[in-house]
């Protein structure tokens, strides 16, 4: 017996049972789960070491090299999210004194500049107000200044709406000595994507968006060029759990006995190899190409209720996430409040930058229908109509 009397007794809501409301999330992320993919997640756990594991995680492998359209033979999923994945990227790749150059038209621009510093790199930010995308010429400008060995792009930024191009991005990095870095965590499954054609040497996505997969996984992928410069570095990288040379073992990226390094989120990879399934299922140009529907029938429906769209150009509005212009006389909050409680659908605001400027609306795969589009215009008129005005 314990010869302690216990300060703190068993807490009152944990003697009841777990109570989740049902709700339509269409925001940004997450994404409500396709019945597969929750069902994955009722499975028995397996050791995160047993060759079953091994089959599976070589399985996510296979699509995450799909979905990117790539034969890098470092890829790989992260356990943590996404934003963990850009950690991983940075941490293995930048070095203290590097010069580092970021497209920041964002938050995750903010956040990539933010760890680059932390790491002790010369990080050099183009800064754009949300909605603003780099062109090629902009982008070799920064290359020639500043002598960058890596630039980190958004492909999807999603606090903002913006669409970035890629297309002779890679090429015109490797002509300036430097690697291209591209985040697709808002994109990935709804965007074109051409890791090794369009010459993109570090890819990640997460799992929550598009694949309809839970928070918690993410996906990468490094070229060779991007994999020399992680195996000739000078220092070891910072992190230990995001160090790629354990990883890549962890994950048989490199052709020695896997050794341990960490305990795997077993479950969510169960989840993350489902939701891959449903996309090499469907096919990713199907996939594309709903989204690219759907959501032009979103932004015909939006329009038809005198809303703006925050992204002027079509060819640079994210198919993904939507974002629009908040109206004039609405406080934003009250807008999304009002979907949240009388028709239980999430959208929301900006982040960072864009923070009161817009609303946000994700249609994100499994939710990419023309009947959730329906749905949440309806709530959406209704809001319009109930909110106050002029609060502000």
């Known amino acids: 017996m314990a010869s302690h009397q216990l300060l703190v007794t068993p807490p009152e809501a944990l ?3 777990l109570s989740v409301p049902s709700r339509l999330l269409l925001g940004p992320g ?11 997640g009722g499975m028995q756990m397996i050791g995160h070491m ?14 995450i090299q799909y979905v990117f359209q790539t034969r890098n033979r470092l890829t790989l999923a992260i356990s943590g999210s996404g934003h963990c994945a850009l950690e991983a990227a940075l941490f293995n790749l930048l070095e203290p004194g590097d010069s580092f150059l970021v497209g920041v038209n964002g938050i995750w621009g903010q956040r990539a500049a933010e760890i680059g510093e932390r790491i002790g790199a010369r990080t050099h930010p ?3 107000d949300p909605g603003g995308h780099y062109t090629k010429q902009e982008v070799e400008e920064g290359l020639a200044q500043h002598k960058p060995v890596l630039l980190f792009l958004t492909q999807g930024e999603s606090s903002s709406g913006v669409l970035q191009p890629l297309d002779g991005y890679g090429e015109l990095c490797h002509r300036y000595q430097c690697l291209l870095l591209v985040d697709t965590v808002a994109s990935l499954g709804g965007v074109p994507i051409h890791m090794d054609q369009q010459g993109i040497d570090v890819l990640y996505s997460g799992s929550q968006k598009v694949l309809n997969a839970p928070p918690g996984t993410a996906l990468i992928s490094f070229s060779d060029k991007a ?5 000739t570095r000078k220092t070891k990288p910072y992190s230990f759990y995001l160090d790629m040379k354990w990883l890549a073992n962890f994950w048989g990226c490199d052709d020695k006995p896997r050794m341990y390094h960490h305990t795997t989120p077993v479950i969510s990879l169960f989840s993350l190899r489902e939701s891959l399934a449903l996309i090499a299922e469907e096919g990713l140009e199907n996939s594309w190409r709903r989204h690219r529907d759907v959501t032009a029938y979103l932004h015909g429906r939006l329009q038809g209720l005198g809303l703006q769209l925050f992204v002027k150009d079509p060819a640079l509005r994210l198919p993904t996430v939507t974002t629009i212009a908040v109206p004039a006389g609405y406080d934003w909050r ?21 923070l009161g400027k817009v609303l946000r609306i994700g249609l994100l795969g499994y939710n990419a229908t023309r009947e959730n589009v329906d749905r949440v215009i309806e709530a959406l008129q209704a809001a319009l109509q109930h909110c106050p005005r002029n609060k502000l």
Do not use: C
């Open 227 to 231: 994999k020399n410069k992680i195996y």
């Open 50 to 63: 047993h060759k079953e594991m091994y089959q599976i995680m070589d399985e996510i492998k296979q699509g």
């Open 126 to 128: 183009m800064i754009k």
């Open 15 to 17: 003697l009841k049972p």
């Open 334 to 354: 009250d807008i999304v409040k009002y979907l949240m409680d009388h028709f239980s659908i999430e959208i929301t605001g900006g982040l960072g930058p864009s």
């Open 30 to 40: 997450p994404s409500n789960l396709a019945p597969r993919v929750l069902a994955a």
